[in-house]
């Protein structure tokens, strides 16, 4: 057709991901700038439980974003999937109790919103211009995998989110973390499915 406009080639998938991964850094040192890093930290980097959680939970967000990428063309192997997984085992096995379990502090002066409060700013802080620029970044490629496209991208998220609380609160909360990213990445597979249904019923858009 002539007035058919010329394809945009994309680049590579692990520059893509390399550029992206140049927004939590961002993040993470505006973060650093604006409120400090844990008091803590110097101590936690000396404890292996600590260090084991934090790099696992890193490395599942790199090599979750690069899946994404991976899946987001039509001819690599939906097997690339699968690369965050050994390290997301890793990053869950070395969860402790979670924030979740701390949700209020009771103390003399009553119930008061505990520290997992104050890390909810940082999570939404984090999460959200992260999820924005990745999904950005994806929305050029195919859509023939989008549901786990969704996933590994959300779980990227999700472990750089993590990844920043454990630099800057001193409590784990990758459990609220997960549920939250993870459970909105489902939400939104639910609904992009709902869609694409009613658009192919409807004759395309």
């Known amino acids: 057709m002539s007035d058919a406009r010329p394809v945009r080639r994309l ?68 097997h690339w999937g699968w690369l965050p997984v050994p390290t997301l085992v890793l990053w869950i096995a070395a969860v402790g109790q979670g924030c979740l379990m701390h949700w209020v502090d009771i103390g003399p002066g009553g119930v008061q919103l505990g520290e997992s409060a104050r890390c909810l700013t940082t999570v939404l802080v984090t999460s959200l211009p992260l999820s924005l620029t990745l999904f950005a970044m994806l929305r050029h490629g195919s859509l023939l995998r989008a549901n786990s496209v969704t996933l590994t991208a959300s779980l990227a998220v999700a472990a750089m989110s993590a990844t920043a609380i454990s630099f800057f609160h001193s409590i784990d909360a990758s459990v609220m973390i997960l549920i939250t990213n993870l459970g909105t990445a489902a939400l939104i597979v639910v609904i992009g499915s709902l869609f694409g249904r009613r658009v192919a019923s409807s004759g395309g858009l």
Do not use: K
Request: zero cysteines.
């Open 11 to 78: 680049l590579p998938p692990l520059l893509r991901a390399a550029l992206w991964l140049m927004a939590p850094v961002s993040v993470f040192a505006l973060l650093a700038l604006g409120q400090g890093v844990r008091p803590d930290l110097a101590q936690q980097l000396r404890e292996p439980a600590f260090v084991l959680g934090t790099a696992a939970s890193l490395a599942t967000g790199v090599l979750a974003a690069v899946a994404s990428f991976m899946l987001n063309l039509p001819d690599r192997s939906r």
